[in-house]
């Protein structure tokens, strides 16, 4: 056992280590080295307060790849949506099975509805080769399907559409996102992703079935996602993608998000990721912007944003009058099919990008760009996490290239011009946001260049980016991988503990718990009161106080008696707990002695509470209180004769004797008197 003073193991330090090496240059460095000494020279100590430190394993990942090719995956993606497949789903579910009819009072499906959860089920099963299929969850029985990450600790990725149609066949606006969700189960299927996707067909509209606010089916499993530690860290709505019209941006897909405004978060990060897919591996057909009108007040990303998790919603840039209708039909004039591809590729891309980044392999960007004479080209690098960022670029040597590094706040970070063919610079990263890297062609001629970039990123903004996430085995996608209440760089960092495990000192209290509640999440008893953290939390306790009631008992002794810890006078007589111990009373018992007068009145008049009768004379302390006796004095009047067996108890003898006495001498006198009056008379009259 150790004192508290070596609350860290060898293996904890070390890892802090090398965390710190990764984070060259920041103060966290110096922390964790001058923590380090202080630990090698303190040692461990024994004492009373022990705390077995906790071991923090950095697990046994293999060497990764130096970097993963990010445009090569999406090429493939994007080039694997099959357009065959889109239509065919569409056309299915809209003719074969219109009036798809969810009735939410009975939790039931019309029978074209179930027709078309089987079908779905079928497409998938045929799909993935019989290995996923669709379950039914929550009382709005939503068609979940799970692909198993290589970490099923790990926070999933929800994509979702919806299957019925109400009283319209609902191409447009059901089974084009049901066709989406399950062309994109296909084509993930074959990719090995860290977290688990759950692909999500839902049936209801909204939360209250004519109120505008969110959608009940997602409510649902995202609760019971939630009650399950599951909470998803992206979501993906698909929505109305088959309208395309002449007007500007008619041609593009929406996608709405809820940004946070000054600070970089997870949603603007992949907004702009989304943006650099769809250019260099899709169609360039994607606008973010915010929320907007019904399709985003009545979807799934409405519940999920309410909730703090990261959402989007995916549609048609502008609305059509046919979606819901009845004539909301696959081969309607106005649908088109390159909305819904480029949505399929786009969340198809996001999803493998996000599920790829937790694998130790740093995401490596790359391309080719023409800069015309006398121009410049700016290519966008959304970056999120505190590490270098490597960049090289290659041109023809016969022209010299300026490139300058543009931080989010506009601020020029690297200016240089060279004309040897190759700029490489590896400026450190310390804030979140959109940097640009300008390429200014000064010369005659156009320049054919190449560039790449690398960086690790930190998605989920605990501060340790995707490579120090991995070093700990902890989920980069998740601020708080064991969902503890405590983000994972606070647990490394800050209360150095298990970031893996949400109670690192097996106490029945979560870390993030014991954090808020002040008690030590590397104690069990933090108090020392003989009741471990987490029940005393559970029972409403006060873990660093031993006396929570401060009625001179401790919270475990008053246990163990089966008193109130939570009440400094279990038998509510008036007397604290902690002094009817003192005194030996029964502290669940307001009348210990059982003789009518309650424990704290015989002891403020010090009679005593363990005996009904203080002062042995036979008569009970309540008898003698009713009756004007002094329950603690034996002879209440003083007169020889306990209280018990005398005629007069509150009457001295005396005091009846003497009057007594006279009156018996007057009455004496009075006879004599009498008698003397009687003789004479007889002698005055002869």
């Known amino acids: 056992m150790y004192t508290i003073s070596w609350l860290i193991s060898e293996t904890i330090t070390t890892q802090l280590l090398q965390v710190a090496l990764m984070k060259r240059g920041r103060l966290f460095t110096v922390f964790a080295l001058a923590l380090f000494m202080l630990l090698w020279t303190a040692g461990p100590t024994k004492g009373p307060s022990a705390v077995m430190p906790q071991d923090i394993s950095l697990g046994n990942h293999a060497v990764p790849a130096a970097s993963f090719h990010v445009k090569p995956i999406w090429n493939s993606i994007y080039g694997a949506v099959s357009t065959t497949n889109l239509q065919t789903i569409v056309r299915n579910i809209s003719e074969d099975t219109p009036h798809r009819i969810w009735y939410p009072m009975h939790k039931e499906p019309s029978d074209p509805l179930s027709d078309a959860w089987e ?56 089974a ?76 593009m897909v929406a996608m709405q998000s809820s940004y946070s405004g000054s600070v970089y ?93 937790g694998k130790g392999q740093i995401p490596r960007f790359e391309g080719t760009i023409v800069v015309p004479a006398f121009n410049s080209e700016t290519i966008w690098m959304p970056l999120t996490g505190e590490s270098p960022l490597h960049v090289d670029i290659e041109w023809a040597s016969s022209s010299s290239l300026t490139v300058e590094l543009v931080s989010p706040g506009g601020v020029t970070i690297i200016s240089t011009t060279q004309s040897d063919s190759n700029i490489t610079m590896s400026p450190p990263v310390t804030e ?56 994972d760089d606070q647990e490394v960092l800050i209360y150095f503990t ?63 008696l089966g008193l109130d810890p939570l009440s400094n006078d279990t038998d509510k007589d008036g007397l604290l707990d902690g002094l009817e111990l003192i005194h030996e009373t029964d502290p669940l018992s307001p009348d210990t002695d059982s003789d009518g007068l309650s424990d704290l009145f015989e002891v403020v008049n010090e009679l005593n509470p363990l005996s009904n009768d203080t002062d042995m004379d036979g008569l009970s302390d309540s008898y003698e209180i009713a009756h004007c006796l002094m329950p603690y004095n034996a002879d209440t009047d003083g007169d020889g004769i306990p209280d018990g067996t005398d005629w007069a108890p509150r ?29 004479y008379g007889r002698i005055a009259s002869p």
């Open 498 to 560: 298990d970031p893996l495990n949400p109670d690192t000192d097996s106490d029945g209290a979560m870390d993030g718990v014991e954090v808020i509640y002040g008690s030590h999440p590397h104690l069990i008893d933090t108090d020392q009161d003989g009741i471990n953290d987490g029940p005393e939390i559970d029972m409403g306790l006060d873990p660093t106080n031993r006396d929570t009631d401060v009625d001179g008992v401790d919270d475990g002794t008053e246990l163990d």
């Open 265 to 357: 978060r997870q949603n603007e990060f992949v907004a702009d990721l989304a943006e650099i897919a769809s250019d260099l591996s899709g169609g360039d057909r994607v606008i973010p912007q915010g929320p907007s009108g019904y399709l985003w007040i009545r979807s799934g990303a409405y519940e999920a944003n309410e909730r703090g998790i990261p959402a989007f919603v995916l549609s048609q840039y502008y609305l059509d009058g046919l979606a819901g209708g009845e004539f909301d039909k696959w081969n309607a004039g106005a649908y088109s099919y390159g909305l819904l591809e480029e949505a399929v590729g786009l969340v198809a891309s996001l999803t493998t990008y996000l599920g790829t980044l």
């Open 432 to 487: 979140a946001g959109q940097y640009k890297l300008v390429i200014i062609n000064t010369e005659m001629g156009e320049s054919y260049v190449s560039y790449s970039y690398e960086h690790w990123q930190d998605y989920d903004q605990d501060t340790l980016n995707d490579d120090e996430e991995y070093q700990l085995g902890t989920d980069g996608l998740n601020a708080d991988t064991d969902m503890d209440l405590l983000d």
């Open 651 to 679: 009457e001295h003898w005396i005091n009846a004797v003497i009057p007594a006495g006279f009156g018996t001498i007057l009455l004496l006198v009075l006879i004599w008197m009498l008698n003397k009056k009687r003789i």
């Open 176 to 251: 084009a996102s049901t066709a989406a969700v399950l062309e994109i189960a296909r084509i993930l299927y074959s990719y090995s992703l860290t977290n688990d996707v759950y692909f999500v067909l839902v049936n209801t509209i909204t939360s209250g079935y004519g109120a505008n606010d969110g959608n009940l089916g997602v409510s649902e499993l995202l609760d019971e996602l939630q009650v399950e530690y599951r909470k998803p860290v992206v979501l993906f709505w698909l929505s109305l993608l088959l309208y395309e019209s002449a007007e500007e941006n008619g041609d």
């Open 119 to 174: 079908y779905a089920n079928s497409t998938l099963k045929s799909y993935t080769s019989g290995n996923m299929h669709f379950s039914l969850m929550t009382q709005q029985k939503n068609l979940v399907a799970i692909k198993q990450g290589t970490d099923s600790n790990l926070a999933p990725i929800v994509i979702v559409g919806t299957v019925a149609s109400a009283y319209s066949p609902g191409a447009n606006a059901f």
